[in-house]
């Protein structure tokens, strides 16, 4: 039979497979020690609460407790061994010509009332109130797992904008 470790009183069985300290107020008040709970997942409905032991640990290491959210940051593509992207060769001179001039003949077509090229006619599809970057950007900070509130503010535009953008593209299949 096992003894409790403060008094010396004999444990119960059962007990003494968990505990080697007796149910008095004592002993207990001696030997228990308090548990470590942390939290490693939340959404809308719940919260999951774990016991922060050894085993835990070595979960959330491991990383089993992974934010799914917060899966990539940007682009899958790796980067090379150097840390460094390769970025694109700047355009030739008489490139950076042929730009410079089809920009003012874009500008005064618009002006005469002419569509520019790639753009679908009016009425084919509506027109979003925010721009490209906007959206890459508002996707990107859901992804790390900010709040539109906080997208908002990095963005300078409303939260309602923010949480349009991120419904639409949902919509859309993109998110």
Not at 19 to 25: D, K
Not at 67 to 85: E, H, I, L, M, V
Not at 119 to 135: D, H, L, V, Y
């Amino acid at each position: 039979m096992a003894n409790c470790i403060t008094c010396g009183t004999e444990l119960h069985p059962e007990r003494a497979a968990k505990y080697n300290y007796c149910m008095a107020p004592e002993c207990q008040e001696k030997n228990a020690k308090g548990l470590t709970i942390a939290v490693v997942g939340m959404n809308k409905a719940a919260e999951e609460f774990v016991i922060l032991d050894d085993r835990t640990k070595a979960d959330l290491a491991s990383g089993r407790y992974h934010d799914q959210r917060r899966g990539s940051f940007g682009t899958s593509a790796a980067t090379p061994a150097g840390g460094t992207t390769a970025t694109a060769p700047a355009p030739a001179p008489a490139a950076r010509a042929a730009q410079a001039t089809a920009v003012p003949a874009q500008r005064s077509a618009r002006r005469a009332g002419a569509r520019p090229p790639g753009r679908p006619a009016a009425g084919r599809s509506a027109r979003t109130p925010w721009s490209r970057k906007q959206e890459k950007l508002a996707l990107l900070y859901n992804e790390q797992g900010l709040r539109p509130a906080e997208i908002a503010d990095k963005l300078g535009v409303s939260s309602y904008l923010v949480t349009q953008i991120i419904l639409a593209a949902k919509n859309r299949g993109k998110n």
